[in-house]
């Protein structure tokens, strides 16, 4: 929950000459105010704009949502879905990431779906049961073809605020775990096809550590994708 409109704005236009050039993908994921206006000062670039929530109606009585239907109608190509924080303060469940998913690939958005463990579960050796429970869960019901344009994101909850860090081993260790969990269900060529990025404190110095380990395909960028000098570093990395 970070930048008016106007912030919005000027930090698109500094991010813009930083990454042109960049053969990855860039995605700016918005808050509802911001979105419009980073829609329309990202034309004729290289960044995408997606949103940060969605809900899986399409219409109805419910007051302060926003629907994929209303995202897709003024040209959002992606949606997180699931984030620890919706999940932590927002009473989010497997249900609904599920609900939500379908909802997003019916409206051609692309859901960037967020899984990750407590630290109670990292320590009490639960983790790959919990981030491999909540991909199966996110994914149930989904054809092949739905589950390639289907991105997951891997956040240690545990590592977050906690002093405690994930090393760039055990970043890749869960995401090949998570991989594997899809491997099992749809088959090694559709996991293959599937990006799984990391989303634990990437900054700079650690993407290439980072990004250079087998799984890992990219990064869900907290805190350091506010600075678009940090970010267009990772980015272009």
């Keep these: 929950m970070n ?10 236009q500094e991010l813009e000459p930083l990454v042109k050039d960049t053969q990855n993908e860039v995605v700016i994921c918005a808050p509802y105010i911001d979105l419009f206006y980073t829609l329309l000062n990202a ?20 007051t302060g949502e926003v629907s994929g239907k209303m995202l897709k109608s003024i040209g959002v190509e992606y949606v997180i879905i699931g984030h620890s924080e919706r999940r932590e303060y927002f009473a989010e469940t497997d249900e609904t990431v599920n609900k939500k998913i379908k909802t997003a690939l019916a409206n051609n958005l692309k859901p960037i779906v ?9 320590e009490s050796g639960r983790w790959e049961e919990k981030i491999t429970t909540q991909t199966r869960l996110a994914l149930d019901g989904l054809t092949n073809e739905q589950v390639k344009n289907t991105i997951i994101a891997y956040e240690p909850i545990w590592a977050i605020g906690t002093g405690k860090t994930a090393t760039a081993d055990d970043a890749n260790e869960s995401i090949k775990k998570i991989r594997e969990e899809i491997s099992k269900i749809y088959g090694n060529d559709v996991a293959e096809c599937v990006i799984i990025l990391y989303g634990g404190s990437v900054k700079s110095s650690n993407a290439k550590e980072l990004f250079t ?8 960028v907290g805190g ?14």
Excluded: W
């Design 3 to 12: 930048m008016l409109p106007n912030e919005a704005i000027e930090f698109l």
């Design 43 to 62: 034309q004729d670039t290289n960044i995408k704009i997606g949103a940060q929530n969605m809900h899986f109606e399409e219409s109805g009585a419910y």
């Design 114 to 122: 967020c899984v990750g463990e407590l630290l109670e579960e990292r």
């Design 213 to 220: 380990k087998s799984d890992i395909d990219g990064g869900l």
């Design 224 to 237: 350091a994708s506010l600075k678009a000098d940090e970010f267009a570093k990772i980015v272009n990395f």
